[in-house]
């Protein structure tokens, strides 16, 4: 039985259900949150701003992804009916901010007000803390409005979950999207009534990354997989935020235990199909993390919809993290390590891989494009110019001026098409 070092006291996972107690053995105490050196943030978000990964640093390979994705009749017409209901939301929450107040501010706090309204509108997990501009995309970073950060957590259904990678699967996450969509406007209008602004955040359109804000709101610890991992349902939730200039109160950081518990587990990182995540932590744009490798995992999410894979076996997701912290606790042991229970999965033309098992890939699987589209255009251009031994025809010019019509016009609008 290991010392217990504190106790982490959460509300419990629906309006009405009792709280929860999670024990964080002494050995996994790290810092609240996440250790940071925040005189390397403040350089990194000076000297190197971030940008919109999807739609415009990595704009070569995402398009790749979604013609890979696209091949499949039936999931290219599942996802444009999606996108039919989803787009209308989108738009709804990019206008979002410019909405005046419906009601009359009263000048009380009114944290607990907005928070018991998102967990009734069906959050998990819900927390406030200071927008940080830090971590805003260089291309939108004038058009978050308000200081104040509602961080919301909106959970997946857990059967559909365990079939990753699957179609099902990919159906409950975009429907919690469309789920979470709906509710963050709610929840926008239910401020507004208070006399106040709101301004909805969605993962598809501008904005931020916002995990570091999640993990200063006290919703949870970055994972080793990646993920934000909250204390009911792990990795297996969607995020959003609003912003707003209603009179509230910050919530902490916490330390769950989970910085050190991810270099003791190890799930994700040895079932992780691609092999994409790294061992040990490093010091990331003044951040201590596990880095992901990109190219190989864009190329799993590509062929098998979207993975997921690390998500799947991630204990935190599959039993919640009081259970996990009480097993550890009692046997020094992560629940569920070495089971097929947890760590197996299926890849759709390769079969079953229970623990220990892992699938092997054709050389070229992992190639794909990178970069911006434009920087994807040049390079095309370039090697069609090597092969035709330096002669550039009208047709390739040709070709080449309207890939780069297409990467400009991309990168004047950086919300995910």
Not at 58 to 86: L, M, P
Not at 147 to 156: G, N, P
Not at 199 to 213: F, L
Not at 402 to 413: E, F, K
């Amino acid at each position: 039985m290991l010392k217990v070092g504190h106790t982490v006291n959460r509300p419990g996972r629906k309006p009405g259900d009792p709280p929860i107690a999670i024990p964080v053995p002494e050995e996994l105490e790290t810092v609240p949150g996440i250790p940071t050196n925040q005189r390397e943030v403040d350089w990194y978000a000076r000297e190197y701003p971030l940008e919109a990964f999807n739609s415009i640093i990595e704009r070569a390979s995402t398009d790749w992804y979604r013609g890979i994705q696209g091949a499949n009749k039936q999931d290219r017409e599942y996802f444009k009916e999606h996108q039919k209901i989803y787009r209308p939301m989108l738009t709804a929450a990019n206008q979002s901010g410019d909405l005046p107040p419906t009601g009359k501010a009263t000048g009380e706090d009114v944290s607990e007000q907005i928070k018991t309204r998102a967990r009734e509108l069906g959050f998990v997990e819900v927390g406030i803390t200071a927008y940080d501009h830090h971590y805003s995309f260089h291309s939108s970073r004038d058009w978050v409005k308000y200081d104040h950060a509602v961080c919301l957590a909106y959970a997946q259904d857990y059967e559909l979950t365990q079939a990753i990678p699957s179609v099902a699967a990919e159906v409950a996450r975009t429907g919690t999207n469309l789920s979470k969509g709906k509710a963050s406007l709610e929840l926008g209008n239910f401020i507004r009534s208070l006399g106040y602004h709101a301004q909805v955040h969605n993962a598809e359109g501008k904005g931020s990354v916002s995990i570091p804000m999640f993990v200063n709101a006290g919703l949870g610890q970055l994972g080793a997989c990646g993920y934000l991992l909250t204390p009911h349902e792990g990795s297996r939730v969607r995020l959003t935020m609003v912003t707003t200039d209603a009179k509230v109160t910050y919530d902490q950081p916490v330390d769950y235990g989970i910085h050190a518990f991810c270099q003791v587990c190890q799930v994700c990182v040895n079932r992780c199909p691609g092999r994409a995540l790294m061992r040990d932590k490093i010091w990331w744009r003044g951040v201590e993390k596990n880095k992901l490798y990109f190219k190989r995992c864009r190329p799993l999410m590509a062929h098998y919809t979207h993975c997921s894979v690390c998500m799947k076996v991630c204990p935190i997701q599959k039993y919640g993290m009081k259970s996990v912290m009480e097993h550890y606790a009692a046997t020094g042991q992560v629940l569920g390590k070495g089971t097929h229970d947890l760590e197996g999965f299926t890849l759709e033309d390769k079969g079953y891989f229970g623990p220990g098992e892992m699938p092997s890939f054709d050389h070229g699987f992992f190639d794909m494009p990178r970069g911006s589209s434009d920087e994807w255009a040049f390079a095309r251009l370039k090697q069609k110019v090597v092969v035709a031994g330096g002669k550039v025809s009208d047709e390739v010019l040709e070709e080449f001026k309207r890939d780069l019509t297409v990467a400009l016009a991309r990168g004047q609008n950086n919300i995910i098409e």
